[in-house]
């Protein structure tokens, strides 16, 4: 039963994408397991670059059979945009399967994130806008419309009228906003059931059938560990759990049949959105940082937040998920500092503090604690093996791995498909 987890060991944008793409030709499923098109992965193939935001990145492997999982919340419009776009760059999209238990970004998540956002001002939490949050709160609330409603129209119009009851009282007398009409959103979910026909599946049986005949299963999280709703910087998190745990309970497979869990980690730190970073640059080297590293998100188009390496946060995601692995990505933009400096703790009040700290407070008032570790020079994106880095690159990365606690199996030198060091198999 090989299943493979993989998932961001920072707050996002780590190069999942490039990792799971990396795996693509060698898996039978690739699997989204939480999230929405809140996340982005960015993949090389080539001279080929593809911005996928809701779709599993092993849609990009022939032979790989994509699947969304019940976890996932899908924007119906995003998808077929994406899927259209890939379609006519003659990606066969045909094998993508979606959990008819997913749930459905309506408009009115939409307009309901977008206008609490705003109503928040300065104590926004820097959502993308597009209705993850509220989505998932239906989702607890009982009042989610899922993918297998669209299949039942009396069902669907029950659903929306019960949603709509609330956030048009909220709408109309808090926000001074329109109430939306039934009607109207009933007519354009409906509109996507025969589009959506031929994907949707029963994913968890589908899933674990496919274990039980021994095909290899991976696992994709969006975001990343410090953006998990119960672990991660709350508030200024995701809806979701993009941790390991998310896994087993977004895609219905037991924690048993999970066989190897991967850490993806950026040779430095970037966030997007508000909250808490203590290696935040705000100087020329995290500008430097920003423009060689090419920080923008892919789904926001915002900046990202530049920063060093925080082994205190790598160690925390070593024991919140479990980690057997790390794939290094992005140690080429490294190249050209002189010393490199490693957060290795934390400054709180006066005290050391090597463990990342519960309170949220105590987080926010960190200070880093830096480590210098002497940089390199040469052109390291043509490297092959690990012999092949600079002695003062390998030095930097055995210098990670012993801190953050789990071997650093892949390194990331460079964008493209090919410019990866494989030191242990993951398969």
Request: charged letters at 20%.
């Amino acid at each position: 039963m090989p299943a493979l987890v993989l998932l961001g060991a920072q707050w996002g944008d780590e190069g999942k994408g490039k990792a799971t793409d990396l795996l693509g030709g060698s898996v039978d499923y690739v699997v989204r397991y939480q999230g929405g098109n809140n996340a982005g992965h960015t993949v090389v193939v080539g001279d080929q670059k593809y911005a996928l935001h809701l779709l599993p990145s092993g849609i990009l492997s022939p032979g790989c059979t994509p699947v969304i999982g019940n976890g996932v919340v899908v924007d119906p419009s995003v998808l077929f945009s994406e899927l259209n776009g890939l379609n006519e760059r003659g990606v066969d999209t045909s094998k993508l399967l979606i959990s008819g238990n997913a749930h459905i970004i309506t408009p009115y998540n939409v307009t309901v994130d977008k206008v609490t956002e705003r109503f928040l001002g300065k104590r926004k939490i820097g959502t993308t806008g597009r209705g993850i949050g509220p989505t998932y709160a239906d989702k607890i609330n009982r009042v989610g419309i899922r993918v297998q409603d669209l299949y039942d129209e009396s069902i669907l119009t029950q659903k929306v009228e019960a949603a709509l009851d609330v956030k048009n009282q909220m709408l109309t007398k808090l926000y001074n906003r329109r109430a939306i009409a039934v009607e109207q959103v009933v007519e354009e979910l409906l509109g996507y059931a025969d589009k959506l026909a031929p994907y949707v599946a029963d994913t968890v049986l589908v899933l674990n059938q496919a274990l039980d005949e021994d095909k290899v299963v991976l696992f994709e999280g969006g975001q990343g560990t410090l953006l998990d709703i119960d672990h991660g910087t709350y508030p200024f998190v995701t809806s979701s759990n993009p941790t390991a745990g998310g896994a087993c309970t977004g895609a219905g497979v037991g924690p048993t049949k999970i066989s190897r869990v991967i850490g993806i980690l950026k040779a430095y730190t970037t966030r997007v959105g508000a909250g808490p970073f203590p290696t935040e640059l705000f100087d020329e080297d995290g500008e430097a940082l920003r423009r060689i590293g090419g920080e923008r998100g892919v789904t926001t188009g915002r900046d990202r937040r530049c920063g060093w390496f925080d082994a205190v946060i790598a160690r925390y995601a070593t024991r919140v998920n479990g980690l057997t692995d790390f794939f290094l990505t992005k140690l080429d933009v490294l190249t050209g500092w002189e010393q490199i400096p490693v957060c290795v703790a934390y400054e709180i009040d006066g005290r050391r503090v090597e463990e990342l700290p519960y309170s949220q407070t105590d987080f926010h008032h960190a200070k880093p604690v830096y480590e210098m570790l002497p940089g390199w020079n040469e052109d390291i994106s043509r490297a092959k093996t690990f012999a092949d880095l600079p002695k003062n690159a390998q030095a930097y990365v055995k210098a990670l791995e012993e801190m953050s606690g789990a071997p650093i199996s892949a390194i990331g030198v460079g964008p493209g498909r090919d410019e990866t060091i494989e030191i242990n198999s993951f398969i």
